[in-house]
């Protein structure tokens, strides 16, 4: 699997163990439809081996750790289980390591998929693989988002209370430090391509980027009938009606540091306007870079992969700290206009 791609799952019994060449923690969150736990119950570790539906399984230092997933025995409302790894030694990073997260039927161990997540550096956690729920199917998605403050970054991200050891209160000073300066968010951009067809009409593919509020709310839309939006923040090539031309087709440009506070969350999307489902584009792709560096972020090739007419590519969301926080995505849909996608974009916010 690459980062961002799903699988439907065969096995209603699932197991997704982690490995490394060093020892690592292994866990497991159930996840409610906003992304958080109902309770710390619902984060199962070494120390809290099973809940409703979710086991911890330790492999004794000779094997890998493993999270067994029965999604049969999950209780209502729990619609996502994210597998997350950390190094079990303290202060250890993911540079020069290559955790690989083999997914299996809990029932025969046969293989299902492998994920190896590429170019890691100084995380000390990850969410790994998502065992999710879409359409009333459940799938696997290999994810690779690093964290570097551990596994309790991950932990308080989904809503787990993590107890920080107590420490002396420090003296207060007589005038208050000033705030940090955070330093300028990078912009990111949004290539897609394609090649026109090899025979019958030519192929329309649309690249967009939905901008949403704190409640997930629709703040605009910026697609081929609209350039700009959110004064000029985010700014779209213009549309390509076939796929001529060598490279990138449609490119949208996002200033992070430019966008309005009001902005918090912003949804990445292709569609095809012109009907073709993604199995019948030729050398149809989209990817996500950073626009400072050209590093690719994110890449889907989209031909060959489901026979549907909408994506959603990947999602970003401000975090309270100012930071933007990027998960791929690779979820289809039904919809030839970015206007269709506004809602299930909502939904995976």
């Not at 409610?32 to 199962?44: L, P, Y």
């Not at 955790?99 to 100084?122: E, H, K």
């Not at 949403?212 to 709310?217: A, L, M």
Request: proline share 9%; with cysteine.
């Amino acid at each position: 699997m690459t980062p961002g791609s799903n699988i439907p799952l065969s096995a209603a019994r699932v197991t997704v163990d982690v490995a490394a060449p060093v020892r690592l923690d292994v866990s497991g969150l159930l996840l409610t439809a906003d992304g958080k736990v109902r309770s710390d119950d619902d984060f199962i570790f070494y120390n809290q081996p099973s809940g409703p539906g979710v086991t911890y399984r330790s492999g004794g230092g000779s094997a890998p750790d493993a999270i067994v997933v029965d999604t049969t025995a999950l209780p209502p409302g729990i619609e996502k289980i994210v597998v997350t790894a950390s190094p079990d030694a303290a202060g250890q990073t993911f540079r020069g390591i290559e955790p690989t997260a083999t997914i299996r039927s809990a029932d025969d161990n046969s293989v299902l998929a492998s994920f190896t997540p590429p170019q890691l550096g100084d995380e000390t956690a990850l969410v790994i693989v998502e065992v999710y729920q879409r359409g009333g199917q459940w799938k696997a998605r290999a994810v690779g988002q690093g964290y570097a403050n551990g596994l309790a970054g991950i932990a308080t991200d989904f809503g787990v209370t993590v107890e920080e050891p107590a420490a002396a209160a420090p003296p207060q000073p007589m005038t208050p430090p000033p705030a940090p300066v955070q330093p300028p968010a990078p912009p990111v951009s949004a290539p897609l391509g394609w090649e026109p067809a090899y025979r019958g009409k030519d192929i329309d593919l649309d690249a967009s980027v939905i901008a949403y509020g704190p409640q997930r709310n629709h703040i605009d839309s910026c697609y081929f009938g609209k350039l700009q939006i959110v004064g000029g923040a985010i700014r779209h090539s213009g549309d390509n009606l076939t796929g001529e031309g060598g490279g990138d087709d449609e490119t949208i440009m996002v200033d992070l540091g430019r966008l309005p506070q009001e902005v918090t969350g912003l949804v990445f999307t292709v569609n095809s306007f012109s009907g073709q489902k993604f199995t019948e584009v030729a050398k149809a792709y989209c990817r996500l870079l950073d626009g400072t560096t050209g590093e690719e972020l994110v890449r889907f090739d989209l031909t060959g992969a489901e026979p549907q007419t909408g994506v959603l590519m990947a999602k970003l969301i401000r975090q309270f700290s100012g930071e933007w926080e990027m998960t791929a995505m690779g979820d289809f849909v039904k919809s030839r206009t970015v206007r269709g996608m506004v809602k299930p974009a909502a939904q995976a916010l």
